[in-house]
Structure formats: structure tokens, C-alpha cells
């Protein structure tokens, strides 16, 4: 059971929005503004997608955005593309001893 | 343009010492606006967090294998090194390496990140 959690799947048709939640608790994403997003295609490294909680890095798409509410984190993927089916992975500094934590994944199907 | 790559055994035997590297380019390990991390990736535990190092030699590990891990620095190769110890079948995983951007010494986000390297434990 990972200490951050996520839905363990999401599908929406090309051309459509989706969100993926991303739920901790008062001790990580709740408190601090370091959660992060990471995309990973199969048999790659994750890559970084969005970073403190709403930021993207140079050259990820204006499709990918991030917000937070409470203990819990969401990633938009707007305009849905082919190229976005991808398991996607949240993660947050937490004050516990472990430190860093990542959510479980989520498959995105692309329809 | 950063670059991380892992190397090291990709079998290992139970009980032994798993023993990785991680060369990095396009970066000096030496700047202290970063850590250098390891982390796994299996289908029973998913992504978990391993550990980090700071050039000064501060380092930070995950509580579950802080008894078996050490992680080291090479400043002068540029490299930074991974050993877990007592090896089970549970360490069976993909091994990433990885910058981790800190915030006031705090763990922020990691980017960019190796392409990873299997290790199996097995007889």
C-alpha cells in the first residue's frame, strides 16, 4: 500500500480533459507546496510533468496542469492525446521519517 | 543537458551486496543546490524512495533500509554509489538514479532521471 494514493486507473476519449487525484494527509501534501507529478511510458524513466504542486518544466505542453485542495493533489490533462496513455505517478516531501513519498500510479488510458 | 546513467550487476545472490553506480554528465555532483538519489521500482511496492546524498556528504535513507544501505560519493569520477546489503528476493527491482532539487535543504522534486538498470535477486 503506497503512502500517497491514487486512483489506479483513469480513461477519457482524445480530445478530452482528465484528472488524477493524488490523496495524503496533513504530514505531506497537505501542508507543504512540494508535490510533484512524473509521466512514465512503459519500459522508460519517469519523467517530471509538473513540480510544487502548478509548475511545468520547460517543454512539458500547457495540457498538463496541477492543483491542490486539502490533503489532496490533482493532475489535468487537457486535450487528450494518444502519446499521454502513460502510468502517472504524484509524490510529496512528507515530515515523517521516510521523508519522500510516491503515490501508487495510474494507468491513463487513451480511448 | 544533465544526464544520469546507472550502472552495476544486473543478478545478484541472496545475501549478498547489491552494489550500483551512477555516472552523471552535464553536472558536477560537487554543487551543493542538490541531492543525489536512488530509487526503485518493483510491481509489488511501486516506486519507493531509497535514499540521498548531498556533496558535503549529508545523506538521508529511507527508514525501511537504513540498517542495510549505504549510498557514497566520487566526486573526483562524478559519480555517486548505491550498496544494500543482506539482499532478498524483495530487492528485486529497477533501480533509477536521480537529482533531487531541494528547497531550503528539503526534498522538492527529482529531474532528470536515469534510464534505470533490473536487478534480479536470485540463486
Known amino acids: 500500500q503506497s503512502a500517497l494514493t491514487q486512483p489506479a486507473s483513469v480513461s477519457g476519449s482524445s480530445g478530452q480533459s482528465i484528472t488524477i487525484s493524488c490523496t495524503g494527509t496533513?504530514?505531506?501534501?497537505?501542508?507543504?507546496?512540494?508535490v510533484s507529478w512524473y509521466q512514465q511510458h512503459p519500459g522508460k524513466a519517469p519523467k517530471l510533468m509538473i513540480y510544487e504542486v502548478i509548475n511545468r518544466p520547460l517543454g512539458v505542453s500547457n495540457r498538463f496542469s496541477g492543483s491542490k485542495s486539502g490533503n489532496t493533489a490533482s493532475l489535468t490533462i487537457s486535450g487528450l492525446q494518444a502519446e499521454d496513455e502513460a502510468d502517472y505517478y504524484c509524490?510529496?516531501?512528507?515530515?515523517?521519517?521516510?521523508?519522500?513519498?510516491f503515490g501508487g500510479g495510474t494507468k491513463l488510458t487513451v480511448l | 543537458q544533465v544526464q544520469l546513467q546507472e550502472s552495476g550487476p544486473g543478478l545478484v545472490k541472496p545475501s549478498q551486496t547489491l552494489s550500483l553506480t551512477c555516472t552523471v554528465s552535464?553536472?558536477?555532483?560537487?554543487?551543493?543546490?542538490?541531492?543525489w538519489s536512488w530509487i526503485r521500482q518493483n510491481p509489488e511496492r511501486g516506486l519507493e524512495w531509497i535514499g540521498y546524498i548531498h556533496y558535503s556528504g549529508y545523506t538521508y535513507y529511507n527508514p525501511s533500509l537504513k540498517s542495510r544501505l549505504t549510498i557514497s560519493l566520487d566526486t573526483s569520477k562524478n559519480q555517486f554509489s548505491l550498496n544494500l546489503s543482506s539482499v532478498t528476493a524483495a530487492d528485486t527491482a529497477v533501480y533509477y538514479c536521480a537529482r533531487v532539487h531541494i528547497d531550503y535543504g528539503d526534498y522538492d522534486w527529482l529531474d532528470p532521471w536515469g534510464q534505470g538498470t533490473v536487478v534480479t535477486v536470485s540463486s
Open positions: 552535464g553536472a558536477s555532483i560537487s554543487s551543493g543546490a542538490y541531492y
Open positions: 509524490s510529496s516531501y512528507s515530515s515523517s521519517s521516510t521523508l519522500v513519498l
Open positions: 496533513s504530514s505531506d501534501v497537505g501542508t507543504y507546496k512540494y
